[in-house]
């Protein structure tokens, strides 16, 4: 079985400014993926960025980063230099990837991203 | 090179009704699933297709069933619509056991 907590419903953050999004997870899978989605309010789930559990080094894509802590269990969402645009629902995701492992994405429950100008 | 596409985009169905919604995975990739998202909540998985069968299956009725064709296009259908199946359904789309997940804008079907 897996959970995702994602314990912050909504952030505020300056434009230009940083901004960490908060994930911690559950599964008893050996190996295991962790993503996080965008979702603006048109609906569509926008793929940001993949950590696999044996990646010894943290996950980057552009202005996004994941600070993954696996003794910690957590999977935090870097944005760096804030844009208006990044305004949005934050989910964080994750799934097993050993040989018998169910693919299916878990979610959490979702963070509300507000970028003010 | 099209992403993941999706339709209805919206529809509006009564209870006790049958629906189906359709999608077109991403070019390249072989595998369908299915998620139902409700009002404030994240995604949940329902089905996935590969090589035309249900190769998983959540924690939904009999009620949500699904087709995957040749060309790995799916359809998602839903019998005797209830007002708690109302919610955003989307579609992602993968290569079979691989970890590249894309998404489709979804359908947003309300039952009245």
């Known amino acids: 079985a897996q959970k995702i907590t994602q314990t912050q419903p909504g952030m505020f953050v300056q434009e230009k400014e940083a901004v960490t999004l908060d994930c911690t997870y559950d599964?008893?899978?050996?190996?295991?993926?962790l993503f996080w989605y965008k979702q603006p309010s048109s609906g569509e789930m926008i793929f940001l960025i993949y950590q696999g559990s044996y990646d010894e080094q943290n996950a980057t894509e552009g202005r996004y980063s994941l600070n993954f802590q696996k003794a910690r269990k957590s999977a935090n969402l870097v944005i760096s230099a804030s844009q208006l645009g990044d305004s949005a629902m934050y989910f964080c995701a994750m799934m097993g990837i050993s040989s018998g492992s169910a693919r299916q994405l878990t979610f959490g429950s979702g963070t509300q991203l507000t970028v003010l100008p | 090179d099209a992403g993941v596409t999706q339709s209805p985009t919206h529809l509006i169905k009564t209870r006790g009704q049958q629906v189906t919604l359709r999608c077109s995975p991403k070019s390249g990739h072989d595998t369908v699933s299915w998620y139902q998202q409700a009002l404030g909540q994240g995604p949940q998985f329902i089905f996935q297709y590969y090589e035309e069968e249900e190769r998983q299956r959540g924690n939904f009725p009999d009620r949500f069933s699904g087709h995957q064709y040749p060309n790995y296009s799916s359809e998602l259908n839903v019998n005797a619509l209830l007002l708690g199946d109302s919610a955003l359904y989307l579609c992602?789309?993968?290569?079979?056991?691989?970890?590249?997940?894309?998404f489709g804008e979804g359908s947003w079907l309300t039952v009245v």
């Open positions: 992602a789309s993968s290569l079979y056991r691989r970890n590249t997940i894309y």
């Open positions: 599964t008893s899978d050996q190996s295991y993926g």
